[in-house]
């Protein structure tokens, strides 16, 4: 087992247990903490993919901005016990057993495939290493997005407003 493979490996496994904290944790602010310790997981799965400029781009925008934006709006929800959502065992019991299933067929088809081929980078996976030399980083990336995806690049961009609003909104608390 070379690195790659030992860091793809302890970076899953950190994905999963912090992705199932998300769910089962009872204060919804190490619920938020948990999320942002899976983006910093998914963000080491960009580096060993290569994708530094995708990966920068997780840590300030994902885990920077929207997660302080999250516990922003948790904290003027001020939720205590009294006006705490009930979360229902059932839910909480469907979560942990997809979340145990995705990490029982992760570990299955990694052990089905164990010595056949490692994981290596995409550059070394595609036949022939087809990938440009540039592959991951900020131009030929840019000009995808404003050429090619800028009509989902600005549906992503409303998106983001609409739930930023949202925020605001539940946010705002009633006068009366």
Not at 101 to 113: C, K, T
Not at 152 to 176: C, D, T, Y
């Amino acid at each position: 087992m070379d690195l790659n493979n030992f860091a793809f490996i302890a970076l899953s496994a950190i994905t999963l247990i912090c992705a199932l904290m998300v769910v089962i944790a009872r204060n919804p602010i190490y619920s938020v903490i948990f999320l942002i310790l899976t983006m910093f997981s998914l963000t080491g799965h960009y580096v060993l993919l290569h994708a530094q400029f995708i990966a920068v781009i997780n840590i300030i925008v994902y885990a920077g901005a929207i997660m302080v934006l999250f516990l922003f709006v948790l904290m003027l929800m001020n939720m205590n016990a009294n006006n705490e959502p009930n979360k229902s065992l059932l839910w909480k019991s469907l979560a942990t057993i997809v979340a145990a299933g995705g990490f029982i067929s992760m570990a299955v088809l990694y052990f089905r495939n164990m010595g056949d081929t490692p994981i290596k980078p995409t550059t070394n996976s595609v036949p022939g290493n087809m990938l440009p030399p540039d592959f991951g980083y900020v131009k030929p990336l840019g000009k995808m997005l404003f050429t090619d995806y800028v009509f989902p690049f600005e549906i992503a961009s409303i998106l983001f407003i609409a739930a930023m609003v949202g925020a605001v909104f539940l946010g705002s608390r009633e006068k009366s």
